[in-house]
């Protein structure tokens, strides 16, 4: 079965460091999203990326946040100072209709 | 905008014992309903999704969810449980654009099912 395959499994960053988040979505899949859930928290929405651009996002998607699709199988998520608050596992995921595919997950602790 | 709510944060049981989860959304058009599992370690999973016709569907794993429209619930049940379906559930909800699915999902809080051997 395809999978959406996110690297690294775990993140520490420093305060104020920039963090790249990587995922290969399914090959066939038209739709992308990045989705975050801060530990005991729900699982919240960030951004959906469709055509190449940014489809809709989220509050918390600021200034800080931005994706990219640098070629046609990376589907990348940036945070370029990180706070504290950022800690939490974010998940990526792909569809083509309806059906949702999500990756396993990279955990980023911010200290 | 959506919002779904999950009423039980932890759920502990004994094998065999009959499981059903609720979620209660809130929109005012037509949705789609899904029900995730997220086993320790692992990804998102589908158990079951509901977009129209029959309210109660069956998904995998032997559960089933019952769509009420009048209650705004599409509550997740298994009739007998077994160890292996420790995990996190979640339920979640999208826009329904003429019938497929558009959109962000938005998720219900989640709910820890710890099931004792």
């Known amino acids: 079965e395809p999978e959406v395959t996110q690297t690294p499994s775990h993140q520490v960053t420093q305060m104020g460091q920039e963090v790249i988040l990587r995922c290969v979505p399914i090959?066939?899949?038209?739709?992308f999203y990045w989705y975050r859930q801060i530990l005991g928290q729900k699982v919240e929405f960030l951004v959906s990326f469709y055509n190449n651009e940014i489809s809709e996002k989220s509050e918390i998607f600021d200034d800080q946040f931005s994706v990219e699709r640098p070629d046609g199988s990376n589907f990348t998520l940036k945070i370029r100072s990180t706070k504290l608050e950022d800690s939490a596992m974010y998940f990526c995921?792909?569809?083509?209709?309806?059906?949702?595919?999500f990756g396993s997950g990279t955990r980023l602790t911010v200290v | 905008a959506q919002s779904v709510s999950q009423h039980n944060h932890h759920v502990i049981l004994s094998e065999a014992a009959s499981l059903e989860l609720g979620c209660n959304y809130s929109y005012g058009g037509t949705v789609n309903l899904f029900w995730y599992v997220q086993y320790p370690g692992q990804h998102l999973q589908l158990l079951l999704k509901y977009f129209s016709g029959d309210p109660l569907v069956k998904g995998i794993k032997g559960f089933e969810a019952e769509f009420i429209k009048s209650k705004f619930s599409f509550n997740l049940r298994k009739p007998s449980v077994q160890w292996s379906d420790t995990a996190e559930y979640f339920c979640?909800?999208?826009?329904?654009?003429?019938?497929?699915?558009?959109?962000?999902?938005?998720f219900g809080q989640g709910t820890i099912l710890t099931v004792h051997p």
């Open positions: 979640a909800v999208n826009k329904n654009a003429g019938g497929t699915s558009y959109g962000k999902l938005t």
């Open positions: 090959s066939n899949h038209l739709y």
């Open positions: 995921a792909s569809r083509v209709t309806w059906g949702y595919t």
